[in-house]
């Protein structure tokens, strides 16, 4: 009854706060439909001051989702073998939604428009992330690329392989850490090898400097943005055992987080070079 009056209450306040959907008929439709329309309204409203009780009723809303899909600590996730010193107890191979993991930062795979994916419930990491933060996130990203854009002009998108930190709000992590993936059009070449590294390595040292112990990485730039899994997958260990090898006393895990079966067989080959 409570998920019931919940996704009633949010669904009924979105539709007051969007102009264009203001007299959507939702009254026949399963609690399901609405759930995916409460999330569609959420997807495409662009960044505005909400309302006390849209806020309030959104993170009730958010909060009970939550707990229904199960929040998953750091302590729940093992660790790979290895051989290497410096690594050991510091790498895990994850497989499930980034947005259950209770841990310092999960990394956003972000557009250069870095307001979220407007697309109504696509399955994009940027989407799954900000809906289950909610509506703040945007609203944050928001504000920093306005300031960004009052520097740098109008025209303003933030490149490719930078690493920006935001709030989670109601993701069980601390932060977010958002980077822009490199987009393969053709054929891959070095420099976008290299855009990619950039997008792991500045992720890690934003870690670095914010005292960030724990961080999940998406398989960035994979799916919609076309990197080739494999190569993707070698150049995101690469780069992070790198970093742990000089920096790996001052972070206590990073995570590769995968989605598919097939990237988890990438990752775990990956990972047998190091055990022992």
């Known amino acids: 009854m409570q998920e019931k009056n919940n996704t009633d209450t949010l669904l009924r ?18 609690l399901e439909e609405k759930k995916n329309t409460i999330r569609s309204l959420m997807n495409i409203r662009m960044p505005k001051e909400p309302s006390a009780g849209l806020l309030k009723a959104q993170d009730a809303y958010l909060q009970e989702e939550l707990a229904q899909k199960g929040i998953v600590p ?11 010193h410096s690594l050991r107890g510091k790498l895990s191979i994850w ?32 989407n799954a992330i900000h809906s289950a933060a909610g509506i703040q996130l945007r609203a944050e990203c928001s504000q920093i690329m306005m300031h960004r854009r009052m520097r740098y002009g109008n025209r303003y998108e933030e490149p490719t392989g930078t690493a920006t930190l935001t709030k989670a709000y109601n993701l069980p992590c601390d932060y977010v850490i958002h980077t822009v993936g490199p987009i393969v059009y053709g054929s891959l070449n070095d420099s976008l ?35 080739p ?48």
Not at 74 to 84: D, E, V
Request: aromatic letters at 8%; a negative charge; proline letters at 1%.
């Open 13 to 30: 306040l979105l539709k007051e706060d969007s102009d264009q959907y203001h007299s959507l008929d939702t009254d026949g439709c399963t």
């Open 74 to 84: 750091l302590s729940a996730i093992s660790t790979l073998q290895c051989g290497i």
């Open 95 to 126: 497989q499930g939604d980034i947005t259950r993991l209770q841990i310092g930062a999960v990394v956003n795979a972000a557009n250069s428009q870095m307001l979220g994916c407007f697309i109504p419930c696509h399955r994009c990491i940027d």
């Open 193 to 227: 090898r290299q855009d990619l590294r950039n997008c792991y390595r500045n992720a890690l040292e934003c870690c670095l400097k914010h005292g960030i112990k724990s961080v999940a990485f998406c398989c960035i730039s994979t799916g919609e943005f076309h990197f």
């Open 229 to 276: 899994n494999k190569e993707a997958a070698k150049i995101a260990w690469e780069t992070v055992t790198d970093f742990l090898e000089i920096h790996g006393e001052s972070m206590e895990r990073v995570i590769f987080n995968v989605f598919k079966d097939s990237d988890r067989e990438i990752y775990e080959t990956l990972a047998e070079t190091f055990a022992g």
